[in-house]
Protein backbone atom coordinates (compact mmCIF):
# COMPACT_ATOMS: atom_id res chain seq x y z
CA UNK A 1 0.00 0.00 0.00
CA UNK A 2 1.34 3.93 -0.94
CA UNK A 3 2.72 5.51 1.69
CA UNK A 4 -0.48 8.45 1.69
CA UNK A 5 1.26 11.02 3.81
CA UNK A 6 4.34 11.46 6.41
CA UNK A 7 4.56 13.32 9.76
CA UNK A 8 7.15 15.91 9.83
CA UNK A 9 9.20 16.25 12.64
CA UNK A 10 8.16 19.59 14.18
CA UNK A 11 7.68 21.97 17.68
CA UNK A 12 3.99 21.35 19.27
CA UNK A 13 3.53 25.56 19.20
CA UNK A 14 5.35 28.34 17.75
CA UNK A 15 4.81 31.39 19.36
CA UNK A 16 5.92 34.74 17.64
CA UNK A 17 4.23 37.98 19.06
CA UNK A 18 5.26 41.14 21.58
CA UNK A 19 4.93 39.67 24.78
CA UNK A 20 5.44 36.25 24.02
CA UNK A 21 8.17 35.89 27.16
CA UNK A 22 4.87 36.94 30.07
CA UNK A 23 2.90 33.79 28.80
CA UNK A 24 5.84 31.24 28.68
CA UNK A 25 4.75 29.38 31.97
CA UNK A 26 1.12 29.23 30.63
CA UNK A 27 2.15 27.60 27.46
CA UNK A 28 4.17 25.27 28.69
CA UNK A 29 1.14 24.40 30.96
CA UNK A 30 -1.76 24.57 28.61
CA UNK A 31 0.41 22.75 25.79
CA UNK A 32 1.46 19.90 28.57
CA UNK A 33 4.93 20.33 28.54
CA UNK A 34 5.59 21.17 31.68
CA UNK A 35 2.33 21.14 34.06
CA UNK A 36 4.29 20.79 37.11
CA UNK A 37 6.86 23.72 36.35
CA UNK A 38 9.19 21.58 37.29
CA UNK A 39 11.93 22.70 34.20
CA UNK A 40 15.75 22.89 33.57
CA UNK A 41 16.68 26.91 32.09
CA UNK A 42 19.49 27.25 30.26
CA UNK A 43 20.60 31.26 30.64
CA UNK A 44 23.65 32.91 29.55
CA UNK A 45 25.65 33.62 31.85
CA UNK A 46 25.45 37.69 31.60
CA UNK A 47 22.13 38.96 30.16
CA UNK A 48 20.47 35.91 31.10
CA UNK A 49 19.95 37.34 35.02
CA UNK A 50 17.91 39.80 33.97
CA UNK A 51 15.78 37.74 32.37
CA UNK A 52 15.70 34.97 34.71
CA UNK A 53 14.94 38.23 37.77
CA UNK A 54 12.00 38.86 35.06
CA UNK A 55 10.89 35.02 34.55
CA UNK A 56 11.30 33.65 38.04
CA UNK A 57 8.31 34.30 39.61
CA UNK A 58 5.85 32.84 37.10
CA UNK A 59 8.20 29.72 37.20
CA UNK A 60 8.33 28.88 40.98
CA UNK A 61 9.50 25.31 40.08
CA UNK A 62 12.52 26.09 37.66
CA UNK A 63 16.49 25.32 38.22
CA UNK A 64 18.47 27.95 36.85
CA UNK A 65 21.75 26.73 34.72
CA UNK A 66 24.10 29.21 33.98
CA UNK A 67 25.76 28.34 30.74
CA UNK A 68 29.60 30.48 29.99
CA UNK A 69 29.86 29.59 26.26
CA UNK A 70 28.64 27.19 23.33
CA UNK A 71 31.01 24.35 23.42
CA UNK A 72 30.73 20.90 23.67
CA UNK A 73 32.41 20.21 27.11
CA UNK A 74 29.52 23.10 28.55
CA UNK A 75 26.47 20.95 26.79
CA UNK A 76 28.00 17.91 28.70
CA UNK A 77 27.91 19.37 31.77
CA UNK A 78 24.82 20.53 31.62
CA UNK A 79 23.55 17.35 30.28
CA UNK A 80 25.55 16.37 33.82
CA UNK A 81 23.91 18.53 36.32
CA UNK A 82 20.08 17.78 35.51
CA UNK A 83 20.13 14.34 34.88
CA UNK A 84 18.50 12.45 37.80
CA UNK A 85 16.45 15.61 38.46
CA UNK A 86 12.83 14.46 37.30
CA UNK A 87 12.55 18.01 34.83
CA UNK A 88 9.45 18.00 32.54
CA UNK A 89 11.78 19.69 30.03
CA UNK A 90 14.59 21.61 29.27
CA UNK A 91 14.07 25.25 28.25
CA UNK A 92 17.08 27.02 26.28
CA UNK A 93 16.63 30.69 26.67
CA UNK A 94 18.61 33.46 25.32
CA UNK A 95 20.96 33.63 21.73
CA UNK A 96 22.01 30.37 19.45
CA UNK A 97 24.99 29.06 21.67
CA UNK A 98 22.64 28.91 24.80
CA UNK A 99 19.51 27.47 22.07
CA UNK A 100 22.20 24.78 21.30
CA UNK A 101 23.36 23.89 24.47
CA UNK A 102 20.32 23.21 25.83
CA UNK A 103 19.47 20.89 22.23
CA UNK A 104 22.18 19.03 22.85
CA UNK A 105 22.00 18.46 26.90
CA UNK A 106 18.29 17.93 26.08
CA UNK A 107 19.17 14.92 23.29
CA UNK A 108 21.68 13.73 25.93
CA UNK A 109 19.04 12.83 29.04
CA UNK A 110 15.86 12.42 27.06
CA UNK A 111 13.83 15.33 28.06
CA UNK A 112 12.18 17.36 25.71
CA UNK A 113 13.50 20.76 24.89
CA UNK A 114 12.20 24.39 24.34
CA UNK A 115 13.91 26.80 22.55
CA UNK A 116 13.35 30.76 23.85
CA UNK A 117 15.03 32.44 21.66
CA UNK A 118 16.11 36.25 22.63
CA UNK A 119 17.63 37.46 18.85
CA UNK A 120 17.05 36.33 15.47
CA UNK A 121 20.85 35.54 14.55
CA UNK A 122 20.62 32.24 12.60
CA UNK A 123 18.27 29.98 11.58
CA UNK A 124 19.54 27.15 14.47
CA UNK A 125 17.22 28.23 17.02
CA UNK A 126 14.92 25.44 15.10
CA UNK A 127 16.80 23.16 13.63
CA UNK A 128 17.21 19.43 14.08
CA UNK A 129 21.28 20.34 14.87
CA UNK A 130 23.57 21.41 17.74
CA UNK A 131 26.14 23.53 16.71
CA UNK A 132 29.17 23.66 18.93
CA UNK A 133 32.92 24.08 20.02
CA UNK A 134 34.85 21.53 20.40
CA UNK A 135 38.59 20.64 20.19
CA UNK A 136 38.82 20.58 16.77
CA UNK A 137 37.05 23.74 15.92
CA UNK A 138 33.48 23.31 15.39
CA UNK A 139 30.96 20.39 14.91
CA UNK A 140 27.51 19.76 14.01
CA UNK A 141 25.37 17.11 15.97
CA UNK A 142 22.30 15.82 15.23
CA UNK A 143 19.52 16.24 18.14
CA UNK A 144 15.66 16.23 17.89
CA UNK A 145 13.42 19.35 16.98
CA UNK A 146 12.62 21.78 19.79
CA UNK A 147 8.99 20.63 21.03
CA UNK A 148 8.09 23.98 21.23
CA UNK A 149 9.59 27.36 20.18
CA UNK A 150 8.91 31.08 21.23
CA UNK A 151 10.13 34.39 20.37
CA UNK A 152 8.96 37.68 21.86
CA UNK A 153 9.31 40.33 19.25
CA UNK A 154 9.38 42.80 22.08
CA UNK A 155 12.88 41.04 23.47
CA UNK A 156 14.46 40.54 20.15
CA UNK A 157 14.18 44.25 19.40
CA UNK A 158 16.43 44.94 22.43
CA UNK A 159 19.12 42.54 21.11
CA UNK A 160 21.83 44.71 18.98
CA UNK A 161 20.50 45.16 15.26
CA UNK A 162 23.52 43.36 14.03
CA UNK A 163 21.60 39.92 15.51
CA UNK A 164 18.85 40.80 13.27
CA UNK A 165 20.92 41.83 10.19
CA UNK A 166 22.99 38.44 10.68
CA UNK A 167 19.46 36.52 10.50
CA UNK A 168 18.05 38.42 7.54
CA UNK A 169 21.68 37.25 5.45
CA UNK A 170 21.20 33.89 6.89
CA UNK A 171 17.22 33.73 5.72
CA UNK A 172 18.00 34.84 2.40
CA UNK A 173 20.90 32.84 2.04
CA UNK A 174 17.72 30.13 1.37
CA UNK A 175 17.66 31.15 -1.97
CA UNK A 176 20.87 30.16 -2.87
CA UNK A 177 21.05 26.75 -1.06
CA UNK A 178 18.13 25.55 -2.77
CA UNK A 179 19.15 26.42 -5.91
CA UNK A 180 22.56 24.28 -5.36
CA UNK A 181 20.35 21.45 -3.69
CA UNK A 182 18.54 21.46 -7.67
CA UNK A 183 21.80 21.93 -9.32
CA UNK A 184 23.01 18.54 -7.50
CA UNK A 185 19.77 16.75 -8.27
CA UNK A 186 19.85 17.68 -11.97
CA UNK A 187 24.07 16.80 -12.84
CA UNK A 188 24.60 14.15 -10.28
CA UNK A 189 21.39 13.03 -9.31
CA UNK A 190 21.14 13.83 -5.74
CA UNK A 191 18.01 13.29 -3.82
CA UNK A 192 16.31 16.27 -3.33
CA UNK A 193 12.95 16.55 -0.98
CA UNK A 194 10.54 18.92 -2.74
CA UNK A 195 8.57 19.99 0.31
CA UNK A 196 11.97 20.86 2.58
CA UNK A 197 13.07 22.60 -0.79
CA UNK A 198 10.08 24.66 -0.86
CA UNK A 199 9.69 25.32 2.80
CA UNK A 200 13.14 26.86 2.61
CA UNK A 201 12.95 28.53 -0.52
CA UNK A 202 9.66 30.23 0.54
CA UNK A 203 11.24 31.58 3.79
CA UNK A 204 14.13 33.01 1.93
CA UNK A 205 11.68 35.03 -0.52
CA UNK A 206 9.50 36.42 2.19
CA UNK A 207 12.49 37.98 3.78
CA UNK A 208 14.01 38.97 0.67
CA UNK A 209 10.77 40.86 -0.95
CA UNK A 210 9.21 42.04 2.57
CA UNK A 211 9.29 46.00 2.13
CA UNK A 212 9.97 46.77 5.98
CA UNK A 213 12.85 47.11 7.97
CA UNK A 214 14.40 45.58 11.49
CA UNK A 215 12.44 48.22 13.30
CA UNK A 216 9.06 46.85 11.74
CA UNK A 217 7.04 43.81 14.06
CA UNK A 218 5.81 42.78 10.88
CA UNK A 219 9.09 42.61 9.12
CA UNK A 220 10.50 40.71 12.15
CA UNK A 221 7.62 38.36 12.64
CA UNK A 222 8.52 37.61 8.43
CA UNK A 223 11.55 36.99 9.83
CA UNK A 224 11.74 34.86 12.66
CA UNK A 225 8.71 32.88 11.13
CA UNK A 226 11.56 32.52 7.84
CA UNK A 227 13.92 31.16 10.57
CA UNK A 228 11.57 28.55 12.14
CA UNK A 229 10.54 27.24 8.70
CA UNK A 230 13.90 26.68 7.97
CA UNK A 231 15.04 24.68 10.24
CA UNK A 232 12.04 22.46 9.94
CA UNK A 233 13.02 22.43 6.60
CA UNK A 234 16.39 20.64 7.45
CA UNK A 235 14.11 18.31 9.74
CA UNK A 236 12.03 17.28 7.04
CA UNK A 237 15.10 16.84 4.70
CA UNK A 238 16.81 14.93 7.54
CA UNK A 239 19.81 17.43 6.07
CA UNK A 240 21.09 20.91 6.06
CA UNK A 241 20.97 20.94 2.19
CA UNK A 242 18.24 23.20 2.12
CA UNK A 243 19.98 26.10 3.99
CA UNK A 244 23.34 24.97 3.27
CA UNK A 245 25.08 25.61 0.20
CA UNK A 246 27.99 27.47 -2.00
CA UNK A 247 27.64 30.40 0.18
CA UNK A 248 27.45 28.05 3.58
CA UNK A 249 31.20 26.32 2.36
CA UNK A 250 32.15 30.44 1.49
CA UNK A 251 31.38 31.27 5.24
CA UNK A 252 33.14 28.13 6.64
CA UNK A 253 36.16 29.28 3.99
CA UNK A 254 36.22 32.68 6.03
CA UNK A 255 36.34 31.11 9.12
CA UNK A 256 39.16 28.52 8.73
CA UNK A 257 40.89 30.90 7.11
CA UNK A 258 41.12 34.13 8.90
CA UNK A 259 39.36 32.80 12.33
CA UNK A 260 40.44 35.83 14.11
CA UNK A 261 38.70 38.55 11.22
CA UNK A 262 35.51 36.57 10.62
CA UNK A 263 32.71 38.53 10.26
CA UNK A 264 28.80 37.27 11.73
CA UNK A 265 27.54 33.96 10.03
CA UNK A 266 24.57 35.59 8.52
CA UNK A 267 27.33 38.88 7.28
CA UNK A 268 29.12 35.91 5.28
CA UNK A 269 26.62 33.23 4.05
CA UNK A 270 24.55 36.46 2.48
CA UNK A 271 27.60 38.01 0.39
CA UNK A 272 28.21 34.07 -0.33
CA UNK A 273 25.11 34.05 -1.71
CA UNK A 274 24.81 36.99 -3.65
CA UNK A 275 27.99 35.91 -5.33
CA UNK A 276 27.26 32.65 -5.83
CA UNK A 277 23.74 33.72 -7.55
CA UNK A 278 26.21 35.54 -9.79
CA UNK A 279 28.30 32.69 -10.59
CA UNK A 280 25.29 30.26 -11.40
CA UNK A 281 24.25 33.76 -14.22
CA UNK A 282 21.13 34.80 -12.26
CA UNK A 283 22.59 38.09 -12.11
CA UNK A 284 18.98 39.91 -11.76
CA UNK A 285 18.40 37.60 -8.74
CA UNK A 286 21.99 38.33 -7.18
CA UNK A 287 21.54 41.89 -7.67
CA UNK A 288 18.76 42.07 -6.07
CA UNK A 289 20.08 40.29 -3.11
CA UNK A 290 22.58 42.56 -2.81
CA UNK A 291 20.33 45.65 -2.74
CA UNK A 292 18.20 44.18 -0.29
CA UNK A 293 21.05 43.08 1.96
CA UNK A 294 22.68 46.65 1.41
CA UNK A 295 18.99 48.33 2.50
CA UNK A 296 18.54 46.35 5.52
CA UNK A 297 22.71 47.06 6.34
CA UNK A 298 24.82 43.88 5.67
CA UNK A 299 27.63 43.65 3.71
CA UNK A 300 27.35 42.63 -0.05
CA UNK A 301 31.56 42.62 -1.09
CA UNK A 302 34.15 41.36 1.09
CA UNK A 303 35.86 44.81 1.22
CA UNK A 304 33.08 46.05 3.30
CA UNK A 305 33.85 43.94 6.02
CA UNK A 306 37.62 44.21 6.09
CA UNK A 307 39.09 41.73 3.16
CA UNK A 308 40.59 42.33 -0.24
CA UNK A 309 39.51 41.08 -3.32
CA UNK A 310 42.35 38.85 -3.31
CA UNK A 311 41.69 37.58 -0.15
CA UNK A 312 38.07 36.99 -1.31
CA UNK A 313 39.28 34.78 -4.01
CA UNK A 314 41.34 32.68 -1.70
CA UNK A 315 38.71 32.06 -0.03
CA UNK A 316 35.80 31.17 -2.24
CA UNK A 317 38.81 28.51 -3.77
CA UNK A 318 39.42 26.89 -0.94
CA UNK A 319 35.50 27.05 0.01
CA UNK A 320 34.92 23.52 -1.51
CA UNK A 321 37.24 21.63 0.69
CA UNK A 322 35.02 22.66 3.58
CA UNK A 323 32.20 20.11 2.90
CA UNK A 324 33.68 17.04 0.90
CA UNK A 325 30.88 15.66 -0.98
CA UNK A 326 28.38 18.71 -0.93
CA UNK A 327 27.80 19.95 -4.74
CA UNK A 328 27.16 23.21 -5.28
CA UNK A 329 28.00 25.47 -8.31
CA UNK A 330 31.52 26.08 -6.62
CA UNK A 331 31.77 22.06 -7.26
CA UNK A 332 30.21 22.33 -10.74
CA UNK A 333 31.85 25.54 -12.39
CA UNK A 334 35.34 24.36 -10.80
CA UNK A 335 36.88 27.82 -11.39
CA UNK A 336 41.01 28.57 -11.63
CA UNK A 337 42.23 31.35 -9.29
CA UNK A 338 41.69 33.83 -12.13
CA UNK A 339 38.38 32.69 -13.43
CA UNK A 340 37.38 33.63 -9.47
CA UNK A 341 38.87 36.47 -10.16
CA UNK A 342 37.77 38.22 -13.21
CA UNK A 343 33.81 36.86 -12.04
CA UNK A 344 34.19 39.01 -8.63
CA UNK A 345 35.83 41.73 -10.91
CA UNK A 346 33.02 41.75 -13.07
CA UNK A 347 30.21 40.99 -9.72
CA UNK A 348 32.02 44.03 -7.79
CA UNK A 349 32.13 46.29 -10.65
CA UNK A 350 27.93 45.29 -10.83
CA UNK A 351 27.35 46.42 -7.98
CA UNK A 352 29.21 49.30 -7.86
CA UNK A 353 27.23 50.74 -11.16
Known amino acids: MP ?72 AVKLADDIKGNRYDAVVGLGGGKIVDVAKYAAARVGLPMVAVATNLAHDGLCSPVATLDNDNGRGSYGVPTPIAVVIDLDTVRQA ?51 PGGIGDDAFLKVLAEGL ?54 AHEESLLMARTLRRHGLPVLPEEIGFTAEEFVRVVEYAPQTRPGRFTILEHLNLSTDQIRDAYADYAKAIHS
Open 160 to 210: PARFVRSGIGDAVSNISCVADWELAHEITGEEIDGLAAAMARQAGEAVLRH
Open 3 to 74: VLTRLIPSPVVVDIRRGALDDLAGLLADQRISASGKLAVAISDGSGRALRERLAPALPGAHWYPVTDGTLDS
Open 228 to 281: VLTGISMSVAGDSRPASGACHEINHAFDLLHPRRAASHGEQVGLGAGFAMWLRG
